[in-house]
């Protein structure tokens, strides 16, 4: 790993103008990094969360998820120099720090690294810790960007490694800015550009838009997955139907899965699915294990190409979703509503997801939602009541007819 020297030279004299949001209680970071001139040398925006999995000493291992950071500072960031490196660092919660690397080439900048550090003394967080000391995980990036342009990646991304998982999504950062200036020039990751397909065009199951939500047809049923080498890791089948507000407008998309394409990863404590088309730049559903025995749906990620030319993203990684234990699928015949936000909510229509311990490629028993168990429980209610009446009506009619008989035999 390259070791770079990140102390701005003392020629210099940099004083560190960090105006931040001060100390915020959210998942959105913001940095604006002005030099001994008070102009802009390193600014960025991002939103991001940990989990992290440790061995506890009656040997089982415990979750923490990181996504509250609390009182959030940021000393030691830098601006850097052609000689030496620029650098992010931000400290948060009891023991936890985050720290960027850039170096500058003209007439490009590298994001070189990004190194996550957990204290396990901290008994409140991490209760019953084998391990007691601070635990650095330095993750090698070296992705070049030009100098004049600022980096977008609005997708969802993951890092990965020694039991901690990072995500990172609506990221703006542009290192050795120049001459104070944020630059209007975006860089675009890989992963918000999507394939590569034609201009994006309305697809005939978009509507016009209109003031109140149009009535739509039940969407189609796709079958989605996601393979870890040869074996295939997550199932996923399901009718999606995406309801949007935007700008007081009502729109609704029937997903059709002949035009989706899907990807995804898996790992051992989440799994990601992405759907993307024409005209959903992606669509991501993140998976968690949750107490080392259940899953559950924690995040949706989205950004929708609009018919009038806008793009509609929006992301929530605190949901509780499609709960069921590892080992079985979850399923939910029914229509099912995910609320993702005010303005943007999901529709599921005959839903079966399994995004762990798939064996075989094929589904395990599956845990049903508690609108399709109301409905399995009241058919044969209803098939024994019907098979009553019935019985009853039979009975009667028996009666009827058997004192009709006596009546007759009398008069005889």
């Known amino acids: 790993m390259m070791c770079l020297r990140l102390s701005p030279a003392p020629s210099l004299g940099l004083v560190l103008l960090a105006l931040v949001l001060g100390a915020v209680r959210s998942s959105v970071l913001e940095l604006n990094l002005r030099d001994s001139e008070n102009a802009t040398c390193l600014y960025a925006k991002w939103q991001m969360n940990f989990t992290i999995r440790y061995e506890t000493t009656n040997k089982t291992y415990k979750t923490v998820n990181k996504s509250d950071f609390g009182p959030v500072t940021y000393g030691g960031s830098i601006c850097g120099n ?15 720090s985050w720290i960027v690397n850039f170096t500058k080439k003209a007439p490009n900048y590298s994001i070189d690294s990004i190194s996550f550090s957990y204290n396990t003394m901290d008994n409140t967080t991490f209760p019953d810790a ?9 993750y090698p990036v070296a992705f070049s960007i030009p100098l004049d342009e600022i980096f977008r990646c609005n997708s969802f991304l993951t890092l990965e490694k020694s039991n901690v998982v990072q995500h990172y999504w609506d990221v703006l950062v542009q290192a050795f800015v120049q001459n104070g200036t944020v630059s209007k020039n975006e860089f675009v990751c ?14 005939t199951t978009v509507p016009a838009p209109t003031t109140t939500s149009t009535p739509k047809e039940k969407p189609a049923v796709g079958k989605y997955w996601v393979t870890n080498g040869n074996s295939t890791c997550l199932l996923a089948t399901m009718g999606l139907q995406l309801n949007i507000i935007q700008d007081k407008v009502a729109t609704v998309i029937n997903i059709n899965p002949n035009t989706t394409d899907f990807t995804g990863s ?20 993140v998976f968690a294990v949750k107490n080392e025995n259940r899953f559950y749906l924690k995040e949706v990620n989205a950004s929708i190409n609009m018919v009038n030319g806008s793009v509609f993203s929006i992301a929530n990684n605190n949901l509780s979703y499609w709960d069921a234990p590892l ?43 508690s609108a399709d168990f109301d409905l ?8 024994g009541a019907a098979l009553g009446f019935l019985i009853v009506v039979v009975f ?13 035999y009398q008069s005889v």
């Open 190 to 203: 890989e992963e918000d550009k999507g394939p590569t397909t034609p201009v994006p065009s309305i697809h």
């Open 82 to 96: 052609d000689q030496n490196g620029s650098k992010i660092v931000v400290q948060f919660g009891s023991g936890f």
């Open 130 to 138: 084998v391990y007691r000391g601070i635990v650095t995980v330095p």
């Open 327 to 369: 080992g079985s699928s979850y399923m939910c015949n029914k229509e099912q509503t995910v609320s993702v936000s005010g303005t943007f909510q999901i529709n599921t229509f005959d839903l079966r997801v399994q995004p762990f311990s798939v064996t075989k490629g094929k589904y395990s028993t599956a845990e049903e939602c």
């Open 266 to 285: 898996c790992h051992p404590q989440t799994a990601h699915l992405r759907l993307y088309s024409s005209i959903i730049k992606y669509l991501d559903f």
């Open 396 to 408: 009667i009619s028996y009666m009827i007819g058997r004192r009709k008989s006596r009546t007759g």
């Open 376 to 383: 399995n429980f009241l058919i044969p209610v209803a098939v």
